[in-house]
């Protein structure tokens, strides 16, 4: 395997190079350093690293501008994140470049560093079974160098039978999937991440075959002009298990485009920039749900749209998310994960929503009483809403409504209702003021509406409380 470390600071990449060759037990690495990212693009250009361990932050050419140029140019070099804490506004951008892991320099050892490579291998580096004789895995170069004559005659699709292509993760699921279909006739090629073959559309249904790992499949298709679309089909097929985050075989033509994608992803950013504060995590949760529903029926041409948005999305939450802790706890972090499905954004999204209810919960109680007493303050105002009652505690109007009801038993309407009405019954049976004036003075401007409402909740008119109140001094 060969490493690159990519830092410009000495004592890491000395470190990074002594743990790699004496530390990491049956590693054999061609390590390389460079200090900086220009320096590490001019040695990638000389010969291409299986990993990078880039610090986020270097002169010149940071990391993420690192990642930015080096993954157009070598797309299976896979590419780990070193970072501080104070770092999280950088750490947060390289989620969307596909980075596969973080190391936080603060936190690093050589047995992180050997666990993450050893996740590495077995996700990417798996060595080939190569069998003898003709139907050995031949490695071929990047797409735009395939001779692709050459290789459908390789393939066996150079003829006019229709075939469709496959493609599985990973170069030793090849060799199991040709194993576990022993009259499948299949060529292997190894492409970047995937095994890829073709085999006879008539071949293709695999029926009662439960892979434990994912598998893609074209449409059909046939000679090799159309070779280039049957693979590509068959890597975008095999991307949607992104989705389902499950094993199984995915088929090209199986797939449309959900209804309403764009504007479910729409209303959930909407909501995470304006909601986290006032908590709307209900509401939130609800948009997640649409978003999720949604983006799992996606068509594979749209999986890396939704993979990317994902990313983002979580970017975004944990801006919010951090912003409502630090009010708490100054030095809260998190640094993001890649996102290896859907449920595992969806587990990402929620433990964050969890930790911020659980902060809303203790910071909004009290925000209940605070309202009772602006309420008592201010009820004589007629342009006294709940919009402003809730602004007055920093809590959108349709979590305040939620959180009051929860704290007083009673809705905010009826609880400015009865305690207006109580006020009113105060002044009615001690004073001589008109009705015109009570009303007022307890926050309605019509008095006609004031008499009927006052009679609905109290039982009497205005005039039959003052007629039936006790003269003054007799209470």
């Known amino acids: ?225 159309g070779l280039q679309d049957a693979l590509q089909e068959a890597v975008l097929a095999l991307n949607t298990a992104f989705l389902s985050g499950c094993p199984g075989l995915y088929r090209w033509g199986d797939f449309r485009e959900p209804p309403q994608l764009d504007s479910a992803l729409h209303a959930l950013r909407k909501r995470l920039s304006t909601e986290i504060a006032y908590g709307g995590v209900s509401a939130i949760r609800g948009d997640l749900s649409r978003f999720l529903a949604r983006g799992s029926q996606a068509g594979p041409a749209r999986v890396d749209w939704v993979r990317k948005n994902c990313h983002r999305l979580l970017a975004q939450m944990e801006d919010r998310y951090l912003q409502e802790l630090r009010e708490v706890e100054p030095d809260a972090r998190r640094v993001g994960k890649p996102v290896r499905s859907l449920a595992d954004f969806r587990a990402q999204m929620e433990e964050m929503l969890a930790a911020v209810e659980e902060r809303q919960k203790e910071r909004d109680a009290p925000a209940i009483d605070t309202a009772v007493h602006y309420i008592e303050r201010h009820y004589g105002d007629r342009t006294l809403s709940l919009t402003k009652i809730a602004g007055s505690v920093h809590l959108s109007p349709e979590y305040f409504c939620r959180l009051f009801k929860q704290k007083t038993g009673v809705s905010y309407g009826t609880y400015l209702t009865t305690y207006r009405l109580t006020r009113a019954r105060e002044l009615i049976c001690t004073t001589d003021l008109k009705m015109a004036e009570v009303a007022r003075q307890v926050g309605y401007e019509n008095a006609s509406y004031f008499s009927r409402l006052y009679k609905k909740h109290m039982g009497l008119s205005p005039e039959q409380e003052r007629r039936a109140a006790p003269p003054a001094g007799q209470e």
Not at 115 to 129: E, G, M, R
Not at 136 to 160: F, H, K, M, N, Q
Not at 191 to 205: K, N, T
């Open 1 to 225: 395997m060969k490493i690159l470390i990519a830092d410009d600071e000495a004592p890491i990449r000395d470190w990074f190079a002594y743990v790699l060759t004496q530390k990491v037990p049956g590693l054999k690495a061609q390590v390389e350093t460079a200090a900086g990212g220009l320096e590490a693009l001019e040695k990638m250009a000389e010969g291409p690293p299986d990993v990078v361990f880039a610090d986020i932050k270097m002169p010149g050419l940071d990391g993420i501008g690192l990642i930015e140029r080096a993954k157009e140019q070598f797309p299976r070099t896979v590419f780990v994140i070193l970072t501080n804490h104070a770092e999280f506004t950088f750490a947060k951008r390289a989620v969307g470049l596909g980075v596969y892991d973080y190391l936080l320099k603060s936190e690093i050892t050589a047995r992180k560093v050997a666990q993450t490579l050893a996740d590495i291998q077995k996700s990417f580096f798996t060595a080939v079974p190569r069998p003898a004789g003709p139907e050995a895995a031949e490695r071929i170069e990047e797409p735009e160098g395939v001779d692709w004559s050459a290789l459908a005659g390789r393939l066996g699709a150079d003829g006019p039978s229709r075939y469709l292509a496959v493609a599985v993760q990973g170069a030793d699921r090849g060799a199991v999937l040709q194993k576990q279909l022993p009259d499948t006739p299949l060529v292997p090629v190894l492409w970047g991440d995937c095994w890829e073959a073709v085999l006879p559309a008539a071949a293709a249904g695999f029926p009662g075959w439960d892979p434990p790992f994912s598998v893609g499949l074209s449409a059909p298709h046939s000679g090799a002009e």
